[in-house]
């Protein structure tokens, strides 16, 4: 090889290997976000579209000028506290802390300084989470989804859809942070109009099982099933069963309903995850979490579908569909 070739072979090389080094250095530099959620990557998919469409709108795209960090836990809770002390030894610059209060608690838990930025489905006032929905203070704010507080509501749109049905089961998870405030927000509303109901409990998928087991065995007229990140991300089982033991069931998001539940009623979740990316730039770019107010969704969807109905061989009520924001057929 001639000199001159040998020299300009030499560049070449060297550069090869510059250029992934010089990459993986800017990369490097890149703020990293923290995004800790307590259930499966794949039923949430959307959510975490909408999230990232929240961060474009504050100019920040996930590999070009900000790093995502994922840690899903699988529907075991018990996981979350490592995986929130690991992003926190990380140095992230936010942590998202998505899924409920399960995570939430987790990232509260973990850090004092960071920045967090949640999407929980109760009240986070009530679950010590912020003391003040204006002004957080400290380091965390978020999106109240209103979940768990729509559970009355969910009890009588399922009376108004079987009316006279006399016992309504309804399925919870114990291993949730707000599980007491979740019993209660159920049996209470069931007192006062008296309606008898029975609940379930279920924080696994044999659990699950075993609950609708249990439901067909009581002879439950129909089904509600709680708010609940891990029932999310099992939803095509949880349908699925409904459906093979011709339950009635109601939900907490549209998405139940799309994959063949009969009804959901709740607020638009995957915009819920567009608000906290919005938060999540806007912290990047300088702004205190303390000044932030947590979001309230406004918006709640009635979803029905009508296919599920004529299975089961309910009539919906022309009252109830008029009511209804989407009836799928």
Known sequence: MRRREFIAFAFIGSAAVAWPLAARAQQSTLPVIGFLNSASPQPFANYVSGF?????????????????????????????????????????????????????????????????????????????????????????????????????????????????????????????????????????????????????????????DKAFATAVQLRAGALLVSSDPFFNSQRDKIVALAARHSIPAIYEWREFALAGGLMSYGTNITDGYRQAGVYAGRILKGEKPADLPVVQSARFELIINLKTAKALGIEVPPNLSAEADEIIE
Request: no cysteine.
């Open 52 to 208: 990232r469409v929240g961060l474009k709108q504050t100019s920040y795209i996930d590999g070009q000028n900000v790093t995502i960090e994922f840690r899903w836990a699988e529907g075991h809770y018990d996981r979350l506290p490592e995986m929130a002390a690991d992003l926190v030894r990380r140095k992230v610059a936010v942590l998202v802390s998505t899924g409920g209060p399960p995570s939430v608690m987790a990232a509260k838990a973990a850090t004092a300084t960071i920045p967090i930025v949640f999407t929980i489905g109760t009240d986070p006032i009530r679950l010590g989470v912020v003391t003040s929905l204006s002004r957080p203070g400290g380091n965390i704010t978020g999106v109240n989804l209103f979940a768990t507080q729509m559970e009355s509501k969910r009890l009588g749109l399922l009376r108004a859809l079987i009316p006279g049905v006399q016992l309504i089961a309804v399925l919870l998870n114990p291993n949730r942070p707000n599980y007491a405030f979740q019993v209660k927000d159920v049996q209470e509303p069931a007192a006062a109009i008296g309606q008898q109901i029975h609940i379930l409990l279920a924080s696994n998928e044999s659990d699950i």
